[in-house]
């Protein structure tokens, strides 16, 4: 079983649509949580950091973590076509992780205008 | 200010070769990672260094190495390719290298082994 399940989708929606992301975590060590995007053709970058349980919000992006039932979610409101990209939650332990980050397989997402 | 910088962008080698893959960190920045992306496994960790030390490993084969400068930019080495290491080889940068800084990562290498 791998650390980091992420149902890889791919998940097609429409212009306007609210998305819900999604990844489960099996090591209880992972105290970091973060939701990376990747376009095609270039490297990860970093949409959302959270450390504690609880929802964190910026702009149109949510990010829940839920550490009792190692579930953590991205949810994008009013997606856009330029949303449309491959999703990746990560996961760190923190302490001596030093530059370790546990990814999820990924979602590949499609905003249709 | 600059981003990640990784060279080359691709690459073709042939099995049994080695190769060299180099990362420019984000100034002032001391700690780079190196992954491994491949449409089977994934974004894999390579290893983490940090003031010319590795401080971190994940699980791949004595062929994957890698090393630091002074200047913290970094370079990772593999040897005697086999087909299966064709793959997006990414690095990040990090100021210290812990979870409260983030990762910033680069465009990637795309190595090909024929």
């Known amino acids: 079983q791998k650390e980091v399940e992420q149902d890889p989708g791919p998940l097609s929606v429409p212009e306007g649509a609210i998305v819900s992301l999604n990844c489960t975590y099996s090591?209880?060590?992972?105290?970091?949580f973060m939701w990376y995007r990747q376009y095609s053709r270039k490297g990860p970058e970093l949409l959302m950091y959270?450390?504690?349980?609880g929802n964190k919000e910026d702009g149109r992006f949510t990010a829940q973590v839920d550490k009792s039932s190692k579930y953590i979610s991205l949810f994008i409101r009013d997606s856009q076509p330029s949303d449309s990209a491959t999703y990746l939650c990560?996961?760190?332990?923190?302490?001596?992780?030093?530059?370790?980050?546990?990814f999820g397989q990924g979602t590949i997402l499609t905003v249709h205008p | 200010k600059a981003g990640v910088t990784q060279t080359p962008r691709y690459l073709i080698k042939t099995r049994g070769q080695q190769v060299t893959l180099s990362c420019s960190p984000i100034?002032?920045?001391?700690?780079v990672s190196w992954y491994q992306q491949t449409p089977g496994q994934g974004l894999q960790f390579l290893f983490e260094?940090?003031?010319?030390?590795?401080?971190n490993k994940g699980n791949f084969p004595g062929r994957f190495s890698g090393r630091q400068f002074s200047n913290s930019r970094s370079e990772m080495n593999v040897s005697t390719l086999e087909l299966g290491d064709s793959a997006l080889y990414l690095c990040?940068?990090?100021?210290?290298?812990?979870?409260?800084?983030?990762?910033?990562f680069g465009s990637g290498t795309r190595l090909t082994v024929v």
């Open positions: 090591n209880s060590a992972f105290q970091y």
């Open positions: 990040a940068s990090s100021p210290l290298g812990s979870s409260v800084d983030g990762y910033t």
């Open positions: 990560a996961e760190n332990a923190g302490g001596t992780s030093y530059g370790k980050l546990t």
């Open positions: 100034s002032g920045h001391r700690s």
């Open positions: 959270t450390y504690s349980s």
């Open positions: 260094y940090f003031s010319e030390t590795q401080r």
